[in-house]
């Protein structure tokens, strides 16, 4: 048998904690700080970060302009305007109209030095594994091994990573489906789908990562012809634990835009990785980790869980209480799985 401690951060993240690296930093230490004490120097531990943890890194040295704005919009407008130049000659060196992408391309080598420096120094310093959460990245020509990052097209995913406690990257993912009316309108691209059909060991475990509406078992709409499960294929692979960082950008206790007689959580619960687990054969567990961020007009909430297939059927083996976007809800969940 192996056992394995899994945990779920669930962090309140302000505008200020993406001042500057020193902050950034600063906010996930203190969160691993609290979690150090349930580790075990006998047990792996695998740390998982929620989805766009490092987006709003784009605002690092800039925070003066953007709490100028009422909007994230107008945030990245007026950005936007002060390197005016340095976005058109992105624009040009990728060969993109995309205002939106070359924003993206422009911060990009700053938002993965202080995301991937972070998440290194983590990882060594508490010894643990860490699924990063998520950023909008370019691809990069050096696979996302290295502190410096290339831009190898003008192509923007959403990117995860995690690290072993050496600080070594064993594992990227791009997120496959994107979110309508959210994703899709940020001239994204959707990761291929061989980039999510990966696995990696710890302690003999097989584990994946599924970023957020990947580990969802039906789309949201009608009208999303290239939606593809990731979690049954995961499952036929052999992964046993899924990392599924998330960021849910409508409210938890309000109605779900989409199916307006259902919650949002309900519908979490309905159609996520939760209403699959009693058909799978080797996915035991999924860890998901929920953002929570409200900012200008922008708000994420969500009650982070540990999810747990059993004899009985499916389980939730950890939980928080909480789950709107307050300093209070702030939380990590914690489980140990112990093979069969």
């Not at 904690?17 to 230490?29: E, I």
């Not at 594994?129 to 192509?155: E, F, M, V």
């Amino acid at each position: 048998m192996a056992s394995i401690d899994l945990f779920a951060v669930q962090p309140y993240m302000t505008l200020n904690d993406y001042q500057n690296a020193s902050k950034f930093y600063h906010k996930l230490d203190q969160l691993f700080a609290a979690l150090l004490p349930m580790t075990s120097h006998e047990v792996p531990a695998l740390v998982v970060l929620p989805e766009d943890l490092a987006t709003f890194l784009v605002i690092a040295d800039h925070l003066e302009t953007v709490m100028q704005a009422k909007t994230m919009n107008e945030a990245f407008t007026k950005l936007g305007q002060r390197k005016a130049l340095a976005l058109a000659l992105t624009m040009a060196r990728y060969r993109t109209r995309s205002l939106r992408q070359a924003f993206f391309l422009l911060h990009a080598p700053k938002v993965w030095e202080i995301w991937y420096g972070a998440i290194v120094q983590l990882a060594r310093r508490y010894h643990v594994y860490i699924s990063a959460g998520s950023a909008l990245l370019p691809a990069d020509r050096n696979h996302w091994r290295t502190p410096l990052l290339n831009p190898a097209s003008h192509h923007i995913y959403n990117v995860s990573f995690t690290v072993n406690p050496l600080g070594e990257i064993i594992h990227t993912t791009q997120k496959v489906n994107l979110v309508p009316t959210q994703e899709d309108v940020l001239d994204l691209s959707p990761g291929g789908i061989e980039q999510a059909l990966k696995t990696y060991d710890i302690g003999g475990i097989p584990c994946a990562t599924a970023i957020c509406y990947d580990a969802f078992r039906i789309p949201h709409t009608e009208n999303e012809p290239g939606f593809s499960p990731i979690l049954p294929r995961l499952d036929a692979m052999g992964a046993q634990i899924v990392a599924q960082p998330s960021a849910n950008p409508w409210p938890w206790d309000e109605p779900f835009p989409f199916q307006p007689g259902h919650l949002r959580r309900d519908q979490w619960r309905q159609e996520g990785a939760y209403s699959m687990l009693s058909t799978f054969h080797n996915i035991s567990v999924v860890v998901n980790p929920q953002l929570l961020f409200s900012a200008l007009d922008i708000h994420f909430d969500g009650q982070s869980t540990i999810y747990g297939r059993t004899i009985n059927g499916p389980t939730i083996l950890a939980q928080s209480p909480h789950y709107h976007a307050q300093p209070s809800s702030e939380d990590i969940i914690h489980t140990r799985w112990i093979t069969e």
